[in-house]
C-alpha cells in the first residue's frame, strides 16, 4: 500500500514570522518509509520561507492500516527534523498559559480622585453620563489575570469506555469543582472548591490506549470593599460567580447623583465531581 500525505488544514501565519500546518499520513509502520514520502510531498519552502521543520507522531500501529499525524513549520530559523517523544499509558504532559483578557467592569476598586467645580461622589461608579434626563452608568474594558493549562493524559482502553466519555461530556455542563483539586498531577497543592472550571477534552485513540488532553481554568475567590449607599461594604465573591450592581440616582445639593445602592453575587454555572475525569 502506498503512503499518502494528506494536508489537514490550511496555511497558518505564526505572528507574521512563520506558517505552520498539518497533515495526516497512512501507509506504513516504518517510520523511516514515512519520513522519506513525507519529507517528498511536503514542500521544501512556503512563500519566502525556506527553512522548514516536521514533526511526525504515530498515531495508530497497525501496518499498512498505520496512521501518522505530521506538523511542518517553515520559518527563518534552521531547519529541523523532530519525532514527537513516544507516550506511554500512564503517562502525562502539562502545559500552561498566564496573561490577560479584557473584562468589562462598572464599579472601581478606589476614587483615587476629582477635579472640577465641586464634583459629585459616584461611590466608585465609572463613566457616569447623563442621556435624555437618565444617569448611566457606561464602565470600561480592563485587563484581568487569567491562568489556564492543558493536561494530556495516556488512559488504558478499559477506562475511556462509552460510560466515562458521557461523564466527562457531562462534566461540560456541570464544570466548577466542588471539592479541591489538585494543581498538577501528583502535585501536593490544591486548588479550593468552586475556582477551578473544566473547559472541555480532545482525545485520540491510539493502538493500546487514549490520548487525552483535559482543559482548565483558574479564577480565584475575591474579597473587595466598595461603597454601597456611602457605607464601606466587603464582597466576597467565589472564582466562577458574578457580582453586579444596582444603582440608584440619590438627590446631591441639586443634582441627582448615580450611586450603587445593592451589590448582588449570583452563581451561574453547576458544580461536578472532577473525580469522573479519572485523572
Known amino acids: 500500500m502506498a503512503i499518502t500525505v494528506t494536508q489537514l488544514l490550511p496555511f497558518e501565519w505564526v505572528l507574521g514570522e512563520s506558517v505552520q500546518t498539518e497533515y495526516r499520513v497512512v ?8 519520513e522519506a514520502q513525507v519529507e517528498a510531498d511536503i514542500p521544501a519552502t512556503y512563500q519566502d520561507l525556506a527553512n522548514r521543520t516536521i514533526t511526525l507522531r504515530l498515531l495508530l500501529a497497525d501496518g499498512e492500516n498505520s496512521q501518522w499525524h505530521a506538523r511542518a513549520k517553515w520559518s527563518r ?31 472601581s476598586l478606589e476614587t483615587i480622585n476629582s477635579y472640577g467645580l465641586a464634583p459629585p461622589a459616584f461611590d466608585g461608579a465609572i463613566g457616569v453620563s447623563a442621556e435624555g434626563g437618565n ?33 466527562v461530556a457531562d462534566l461540560v455542563n456541570t464544570p466548577i469543582n466542588d471539592d479541591t483539586f489538585r494543581v498538577a498531577p501528583g502535585s501536593g497543592t490544591t486548588f479550593a472548591a468552586g475556582t477551578v472550571r473544566f473547559l472541555g477534552a480532545r482525545g485520540t485513540q491510539r493502538a493500546d490506549d487514549w490520548e487525552i488532553t483535559f482543559s482548565f481554568a483558574y479564577s480565584p475567590e475575591v474579597t473587595f470593599a466598595i461603597d454601597l449607599q456611602g457605607v464601606p461594604t466587603n464582597i466576597t465573591k467565589g472564582g466562577w460567580e458574578y457580582v453586579w450592581y444596582y444603582y440608584q440616582q440619590d438627590a446631591s445639593g441639586a443634582d441627582l447623583i448615580t450611586r450603587p445602592k445593592f451589590a448582588y453575587v449570583e452563581r451561574v454555572y453547576e458544580s461536578g465531581d472532577f473525580d469522573d475525569l479519572g485523572i
Not at 501507509?27 to 514515512?34: F, H, T
Open 77 to 107: 530559523s534552521s531547519a529541523t527534523w523532530s519525532t514527537a517523544p513516544d507516550r506511554d499509558t500512564g503517562d502525562n504532559v502539562y502545559q500552561f498559559e498566564v496573561g490577560a483578557e479584557s473584562q468589562h467592569v462598572t464599579q
Open 27 to 34: 501507509g506504513s509502520e516504518v517510520e523511516d518509509d514515512v
Open 135 to 167: 444617569q448611566r452608568v457606561q464602565g470600561i474594558d480592563v485587563g484581568v489575570g487569567f491562568f489556564r493549562w492543558s493536561e494530556t493524559h495516556y488512559l488504558t482502553n478499559a477506562t475511556v469506555t462509552a460510560a466515562y466519555r458521557k461523564a
